[in-house]
């Protein structure tokens, strides 16, 4: 069954550093979404991206975060210069849009800030 | 904010007894997705709702979506241990495509 595939899995950085987290969708689908999951707390809503560019993003992405699809495969988050509340699970997902929109998961990348 | 409001937090159950569980929302949403996250695992799409008054069924699962597209409600019966995990549902608007709103989980623990 196809899946999306998230590398990697836990990435550890000092603050102030950056970081690439990356994803790998589903061949055939054309919409891409970041969400977040702070420990213990619900998963939010960070960037949808769409035809090369992002079509909705959260108040949470801000200057600091970015998306980029530099292939035919690869989705990738960058976040500039991390701060301690940057600490979370990074989820990426995927959809073949259309109306009725059914998204798929990644594992995630447990990403935490020293 | 759209909000989802999700209850129980949090259920402690004997294995073979049924689990319910609900979310609502003062919003209105043209889709409900119910998810389920097992530990260090991201949420894996149990079952999905478009029309208002929709009862949907996958295997021991069944949920429904209320009539005022406001609420929802996924049933499991017959727990077994490894139903254990959380349990999200998601609302969309017609206007944010794959912009889920989630709520805050039901956590779910069976004793064998």
């Known amino acids: 069954e196809p899946e999306v595939t998230q590398t990697p899995s836990h990435q550890v950085t000092q603050m102030g550093q950056e970081v690439i987290l990356r994803c790998v969708p589903i061949?055939?689908?054309?919409?891409f979404y970041w969400y977040r999951q702070i420990l213990g707390q619900k998963v939010e809503f960070l960037v949808s991206?769409?035809?090369?560019?992002?079509?909705?993003k959260s108040e949470i992405f801000d200057d600091q975060f970015s998306v980029e699809r530099p292939d035919g495969s690869n989705f990738t988050l960058k976040i500039r210069s991390t701060k301690l509340e940057d600490s979370a699970m990074y989820f990426c997902?995927?959809?073949?849009?259309?109306?009725?929109?059914?998204?798929?998961f990644g594992s995630g990348t447990q990403l935490s800030v020293l | 904010g759209q909000q989802l409001n999700q209850s129980p937090q949090s259920m402690f159950i004997q294995e073979g007894e049924d689990v319910s569980m609900n979310c609502t929302s003062s919003?209105?949403?043209?889709?409900w997705l119910w998810y389920k996250q097992d530990p260090g695992e991201g949420p894996v799409l149990l079952i999905a709702?478009?029309?208002?008054?929709e009862l949907t069924s996958n295997g021991r699962l069944t949920a429904q979506f209320g009539i005022t597209r406001k609420d929802s409600f996924l049933n499991i019966s017959a727990s077994i241990p490894s139903d254990v995990g959380i349990y999200f549902c998601?609302?969309?608007?017609?206007?944010?495509?794959?912009?889920?709103?989630f709520g805050k989980g039901t956590k779910l623990s069976v004793k064998p």
């Open positions: 997902a995927s959809g073949g849009g259309g109306l009725h929109e059914k998204l798929f």
């Open positions: 061949s055939n689908h054309l919409y």
């Open positions: 991206f769409y035809n090369n560019e992002i079509s909705e």
């Open positions: 919003s209105i949403f043209n889709t």
């Open positions: 709702l478009y029309k208002a008054g």
């Open positions: 998601a609302g969309q608007t017609g206007g944010s495509q794959g912009n889920l709103i």
